[in-house]
C-alpha cells in the first residue's frame, strides 16, 4: 500500500523552461512534505520542505504548493538548468513519529540544454 | 565535518553469509535512521534510533538487527542474507530542528 506515489517515473524538460514534478499521498494524517533530490551514486540531499498549514513554500528558483483537499504536491522549478538533472524524490511525515519519513519512488528528470 | 559517512561503498555477499553495514555521523545528531532503496522504488525505512541505546522498528526490518551504543555510530547488521536483500543502503541522521542528511550509501549484491 502506497502511501505516497509519484506517478510519473520521468521528465524531461528544455532548459529555461519550468519543470513540474507531482506527488500524491493517500494518508491525510502527514503533516510535513519534503523533496529530496538525488545524483547518481549519491544519498538523497533536502531540497525543500512544507508544512500541511501552508499552502506554498519558495526558495529561489524552487517552490513546493500543497493542496490538502486534493491530498497532493507539487514541486516547480523555475527556470530549469542542466544541473537540476537528478531523481527527485517526494516525502511525508507525521509530527510526532520521531520524523519517520514516508518516501514517494522518484521522478527521473531530465533538462536538456 | 564528514557528515554522515557508510562503509563499504559495495559489496557481495552469498547466500547465507553475514555482514555488517557502518554508518557514523560527527555532527552529534540523536536521530539515526536506515533505509533500502530497491531498484525503480522509493526509500523504505528499515529501523531508526533516537539517542544511544534506543532502537525501534521501521516499515521493512526482517532480516535486519542494529545497535547503538554510541551517539555516533549505528550499524545495520545482516546476519543471514537472502537474494532479497540485494538494495542500496542508505543511513541518514538529523537533530530534533533540522531535516535528514543521508550517507553516499552501500550497495548490496547477494547471490
Redesign the interface.
Known sequence: DQQVKQNSPSLSVQEGRISILNCDYTNSMFDYFLWYKKYPAEGPTFLISISSIKDKNEDGRFTVFLNKSAKHLSLHIVPSQPGDSAVYFCAASLSGGYNKLIFGAGTRLAVHP | NAG?TQTPKFRILKIGQSMTLQCAQDMNHN?M?W?RQDP??????IY?S?GAGIT?K?EVPNGYNVSRSTTEDFPLRLELAAPSQTSVY?C?S?SVQE???????TRLLVL
Open positions: 554522515v536521530y535512521y533505509y525503480g522504488m522509493g526509500l523504505k525505512l531508526y533516537v525501534d521501521g542508505f541518514a538529523r531535516t535528514q542528511y543521508f550517507g553516499p550509501g
